[in-house]
């Protein structure tokens, strides 16, 4: 099956610094890629859609400019997390998918920590 | 609105079924999801049932859709320790194609005792 490589797994950061996720899809060509968060024993909510080479599109209540997308590839898109703060604290999910398919391929996920 | 929702834990005898239960609100949904999360891993996908189907088997796995009652359950057959993980019921509405748009319940913690 397809592959997502999502890096890195864990990261702490101190709070009001920035941190950026990669998410890559490794043996395909991802036109759409998806961003979660994951609080605990909650759900996944989706944060925000790219599509590449154009902006992503963000659910309401996420902050486009706290939550910076970029898809600059067909390969790859990255979530930067801005002046991060502790309340950021939580586990980060991308997904991938082919144009058109049914199916997504979601990487490892990403958990991160603010102190 | 757009809701998914399953209970957060089940506990079951290895050697017995596993019965996982997930409702969802929106009954135009197109296709209905299974993903399995391991420790550490990412969400991957088990099987998937699209909305005109009311059954749908693969191997140890049996995917059930009742539309009328808006409920989707997976059954596991003879469940072992590696079936030990968190599975996500998940729906797509209707009117997202190519970016589509997949909405996730909690998660059920299934844990298997000896």
């Known amino acids: 099956g397809a592959v997502v490589s999502q890096h890195p797994s864990r990261v702490i950061c101190k709070s009001g610094t920035s941190v950026k996720i990669e998410c890559r899809s490794l043996?395909?060509?991802?036109?759409?890629m998806f961003w979660y968060r994951q609080f605990p024993k909650q759900s996944l909510m989706l944060m925000a859609t790219?599509?590449?080479?154009?902006?992503?599109?963000?659910e309401q209540g996420v902050e486009k400019d706290k939550f910076l997308i970029n898809h600059a590839s067909l390969t790859l898109s990255t979530l930067t997390v801005t002046s991060a703060h502790p309340e950021d604290s939580s586990f980060y999910i991308c997904?991938?998918?082919?144009?058109?398919?049914?199916?997504?391929?979601f990487g490892q996920g990403t958990r991160l920590t603010v102190v | 609105g757009e809701d998914v929702e399953q209970s957060l834990f089940l506990s079951v005898r290895e050697g017995d079924s596993s019965v996982i239960n997930c409702t969802y609100t929106d009954s135009s949904s197109t296709y209905l999801y299974w993903y399995k999360q391991e420790p550490g891993a990412g969400l991957q996908l088990l099987t998937y049932?699209?909305?005109?189907?009311d059954m749908k088997q693969d191997q140890r796995l049996t995917v059930l859709l009742n539309k009328k009652d808006k409920h989707l359950s997976l059954r596991i057959a003879d469940t072992q320790t590696g079936d030990s993980a968190i599975y996500f019921c998940?729906?797509?509405?209707?009117?997202?194609?190519?970016?589509?748009?997949?909405?996730f319940g909690s998660g059920t913690r299934l844990s298997i005792r000896p």
């Open positions: 998940a729906e797509r509405p209707p009117g997202y194609s190519s970016a589509s748009k997949i909405i």
């Open positions: 043996d395909f060509q991802a036109t759409t």
């Open positions: 997904s991938a998918r082919i144009g058109g398919s049914t199916e997504a391929f």
């Open positions: 790219s599509n590449e080479g154009s902006k992503a599109t963000y």
């Open positions: 049932i699209f909305s005109n189907m």
